[in-house]
């Protein structure tokens, strides 16, 4: 089964800036598309960005011109998150839709506070 486990999350003022990864327990062929999907309290989870294995990718308008999403293709992805705003503050899945599954990782936090 594989496992995706994320990172870079933490506290950080406005205006700030994070570098999150999300690497999975294995090599994972033909992905068809990965992303970030982060859920703030009493919200459901929402898109915030994905990413094709033609490299296309897909923003939510709430993030356009401040996230960039990229990826290796085979195991991990990254979500570069600039001009951070308390509004962002949420717990970041990501996730892996590949032939083999659809797998979800457990998240990490990002607190955007002064």
């Known amino acids: 089964q594989v496992q995706l486990v994320e990172s870079g999350g933490g506290l950080v003022q406005p205006g700030g800036s994070l570098r999150l990864s999300c690497v999975a327990s294995?090599?994972?062929?033909?992905?068809?598309?990965m992303g970030w999907y982060p859920q703030a309290p009493g919200r459901q989870r929402e898109l915030v960005a994905t990413?094709?294995?033609?490299?296309?990718t897909n923003y939510a308008d709430s993030v356009k011109g401040r996230f960039t999403i990229s990826t290796d293709n085979v195991k991990t992805v990254f979500l570069q998150m600039n001009s951070l705003k308390p509004e962002d503050t949420a717990v970041y899945c990501c996730?892996?839709?590949?032939?083999?599954?659809?797998?979800w990782g457990q998240g990490t936090q990002v607190t955007v506070s002064s």
């Open positions: 294995e090599v994972i062929f033909n992905i068809y598309r």
């Open positions: 996730n892996v839709v590949a032939p083999r599954g659809d797998y």
């Open positions: 990413v094709t294995s033609f490299g296309s």
